[in-house]
């Protein structure tokens, strides 16, 4: 674990010397979406999507696999690891990843970045819903690129 968040680290300095160079972190697969309102969530039908991530040190961009102009960007605002609390044990531990934010209409929306998963809480500016999107790491299907635009 040590050695993944090392090589996180290491990536995004490289990624933040050479500033507008994104380099890909992960591919992701969308395996739910729930929507909480008030004391009740539902699941959201949905089928699954495949996403890339880039990132440059400062930003984070999600986008559909082979859709990389409908991109979404986070601004990460810490890099210091996620907290996580494994089922069955009652202890949080944190472990490596980032934490990004994004702001658009009125809608604020908060990723969650590891190895192992992405996870992207959207909270509507006007609405008493919360939707919950979560993905799981995917092996990739295409090369990945040295950098996108």
């Known amino acids: 674990m040590r050695i993944f968040a090392v090589s996180l680290l290491m990536t995004l300095g490289a990624a933040i010397a050479a500033a507008g160079e994104f380099r890909h972190v992960g591919d992701y697969l969308l395996k739910a979406h729930y929507k909480l309102t008030g004391s009740e969530m539902s699941p959201i039908p949905m089928k699954p999507i495949a996403f890339r991530v880039f990132t440059d040190g400062v930003t984070i961009r999600i986008s559909p696999e082979g859709e990389d102009e409908a991109r979404t960007s986070f601004e990460i605002y810490r890099s210091d690891g996620i907290g996580r609390q494994r089922a069955g044990s009652g202890a949080l531990e944190v472990i490596p990843g980032v934490q990004a934010s994004a702001t658009s209409d009125g809608t604020l929306r908060h990723l969650r ?37």
């Open 113 to 149: 970045l590891s190895r192992e998963s992405l996870t992207i809480t959207t909270f509507p500016g006007v609405s008493d819903q919360t939707v919950i999107s979560y993905a799981v790491a995917a092996t990739p299907k295409n090369p990945e690129p040295a950098s996108q635009p």
